[in-house]
T-cell receptor
Framework: KNEVEQSPQNLTAQEGEFITINCSYS?????LHWLQQHPGGGIVSLFM???GKKKHGRLIATINIQEKHSSLHITASHPRDSAVYIC???????????FGTGTRLQVFP | NAGVTQTPKFRVLKTGQSMTLLCAQD?????MYWYRQDPGMGLRLIHY???????AKGEVPDGYNVSRLKKQNFLLGLESAAPSQTSVYFC??????????FGPGTRLTVL
């Protein structure tokens, strides 16, 4: 079993829909990252959080440490949001990130 | 600022050949990382460095070596390439343990 699991693996949506991507992990962590990988391959960090909630534009990330679960929400989705969204966790007392396999999102006009 | 750059962007090797991938960052970051990305798998850490002159093994270090002689550069070497090393390689850097900034990737094919 992977230490970081994302769901769903693939997601399609119509423009304007509210999107939720989930990440569950099985290890003790000091932080969780959400990353975006565009079709061209580039990877961009969206959020790093260790508790509560963060918001940036139409993106919202939440984390529940007790339940070992995080969600990434996209409000009013747009075709330019089409990308792979990756969850990664920083395990306690290490310098390393463990990555999920990603959720591929396609938003159609 | 260029951020994180990687050289080359693409490379095709024959089995047994050697090569070096160069990662450079201009953000004065202490931490640098090399990852590989394979279909159906998450990014996996090959080696990393927490400062100039230091390196450490990650999750999949076998077949690779690294060096961090200058703070801004992190080199990944393949001494004798194998088809299993066909992958997309990403370099990243961070200020201590903050968010990581990724390079554009290097697509390597080993025949």
């Amino acid at each position: 079993k992977n230490e970081v699991e994302q769901s769903p693996q693939n997601l399609t949506a119509q423009e304007g829909e509210f999107i939720t991507i989930n990440c569950s992990y099985s290890v003790g962590i000091s932080a969780l990252h959400w990353l975006q990988q565009h079709p061209g391959g580039g990877i961009v960090s969206l959020f790093m959080l260790s508790s509560g909630k963060k918001k940036h534009g139409r993106l919202i990330a939440t984390i529940n440490i007790q339940e070992k679960h995080s969600s990434l929400h996209i409000t009013a989705s747009h075709p330019r949001d089409s990308a792979v969204y990756i969850c990664a966790v920083k395990v306690f007392y290490t310098d390393k990130l463990i990555f999920g396999t990603g959720t591929r999102l396609q938003v159609f006009p | 600022n260029a951020g994180v750059t990687q050289t080359p962007k693409f490379r095709v090797l024959k089995t047994g050949q050697s090569m070096t991938l160069l990662c450079a960052q201009d953000m004065n970051h202490e931490y640098m990382y090399w990852y590989r990305q394979d279909p159906g798998m998450g990014l996996r850490l090959i080696h990393y460095s927490v400062g100039e002159g230091t390196t450490a093994k990650g999750e999949v270090p076998d077949g690779y070596n690294v060096s961090r002689l200058k703070k801004q550069n992190f080199l990944l070497g393949l001494e004798s390439a194998a088809p299993s090393q066909t992958s997309v390689y990403f370099c990243a850097s961070s200020y201590q343990e903050d968010e990581q900034f990724f390079g554009p990737g290097t697509r390597l094919t080993v025949l």
